[in-house]
C-alpha cells in the first residue's frame, strides 16, 4: 500500500484512511517483525509529509531489507501520520534500520525536511504476529500501486487494546472477530508485542507495554460506520461481549 485511514488504543480505535489505491489481497505472508509508528504532524502539513514519504522513502527503506507496509491517514486527527514497517528477523531490523537511518544518503538528504514537519515521532510499537498466520498478506512489492495513483476509498481500524488477561487473543477469536465480521469488517492482521530489547536505540520504542492489535479493513467510511452501528445495535456485543472485553484490558477504550 501506499496510502490508508487508521483507527484504535488502550482499546486506542482508529479509523485510518487508505492514501494510494490497492487492496490488501491474497500474497505473501509478511513480515514476523513489524514496527507501527504513529507521528503527530505540525497543524497543516500532512498532505507534504505523506507526500515526501511516499516519494522518498518507500522503495528506499526496502532497498536495505525492511518491507514498508502501509501508510496512513488518521482520519480522527489531521495531524497525525500512522504507517507500518516489517523485517523478516530482529538481526534484520538492527542493520536495515542501521542502513537506513545512519547510512543512506536519502535519509541524509531529506532528515531535516522531515522532521521539521514531525511535533513526535516516538510513539512507536514492536510487534509480531499473534498466530503464525495473522501477519498482513501482501502482494510483492512491484505490484504496489504507483506514486500518482488515485487514493482508495478503503478504511482501516487499528485497534490497539493494552492487556490485562492473558487469554486475550483467544478472547478476540472467538467472540469478538466474529461479530466483527458480521458487521461488516474483514480482520487482515493480528499482533502481540514483541519482547525482544530495541535493537536500534536512536528510535525509541514503546517498551513494557504487553498489547494486542488488530487491523480491520472496510470498503469505505460509511461501510466502517454502518458496521459500528451494526454492533452497537447488537444485543450480545452490548451485554456479553463488551463488557467481558473490558474486563481483559487494563483501560477503557477512548
Not at 503527530?40 to 498532505?47: C, D, E, I
Not at 538492527?94 to 536519502?106: I, M
Not at 500501486?145 to 485497534?159: R, Y
Not at 490485562?164 to 465480521?181: H, I, K
Request: charged share 20%; net charge negative; proline share 7%.
Amino acid at each position: 500500500h501506499r496510502h490508508s485511514n487508521h483507527g484504535s488504543e488502550n482499546i486506542t480505535m482508529t479509523a485510518l484512511e487508505m492514501e494510494m489505491s490497492g487492496k490488501i489481497q491474497p500474497g505473501e505472508l509478511c513480515s514476523p517483525i513489524i514496527d507501527l509508528r504513529q507521528y503527530t504532524l505540525f497543524p497543516g502539513v500532512r498532505n507534504d509529509f505523506v507526500d515526501l514519504f511516499d516519494r522518498e522513502f518507500v522503495e528506499s527503506q526496502e532497498a536495505v531489507g525492511m518491507r514498508v507496509i502501509g501508510q496512513f491517514r488518521d482520519l480522527g486527527d489531521p495531524n497525525r501520520f500512522v504507517w507500518i514497517r516489517g523485517f523478516p528477523d530482529m538481526a534484520t531490523r538492527a542493520r536495515a534500520l542501521k542502513a537506513f537511518y545512519v547510512e543512506s544518503e536519502t535519509w541524509k538528504k531529506h532528515s531535516s525536511h522531515a522532521r521539521s514537519m514531525m511535533i513526535d515521532s516516538s510513539d512507536a510499537l514492536l510487534l509480531r504476529p499473534a498466530r503464525s498466520n495473522s501477519g498482513f498478506l501482501l502482494p510483492p512489492c512491484d505490484e504496489r500501486p504507483s506514486l500518482h495513483s488515485s487514493p482508495s476509498d478503503g478504511v482501516i481500524a487499528a485497534s490497539v487494546y493494552a492487556l490485562e488477561s492473558a487469554d486475550f487473543p483467544d478472547f478476540f477469536d472467538s467472540a469478538v472477530a466474529p461479530l466483527v465480521t458480521a458487521a461488516g469488517g474483514s480482520i487482515v492482521a493480528s499482533f502481540v508485542t514483541e519482547n525482544s530489547p530495541n535493537n536500534f536505540p536512536p528510535l525509541p520504542l514503546r517498551e513494557g507495554e504487553n498489547v494486542y492489535v488488530s487491523f480491520c479493513a472496510y470498503s469505505n467510511l460509511s461501510a466502517y460506520h454502518d458496521a459500528l452501528a451494526s454492533l452497537g445495535r447488537n444485543e450480545s456485543w452490548r451485554r456479553e461481549i463488551w463488557p467481558a472485553l473490558l474486563q481483559r484490558i487494563r483501560a477503557r477504550p477512548h
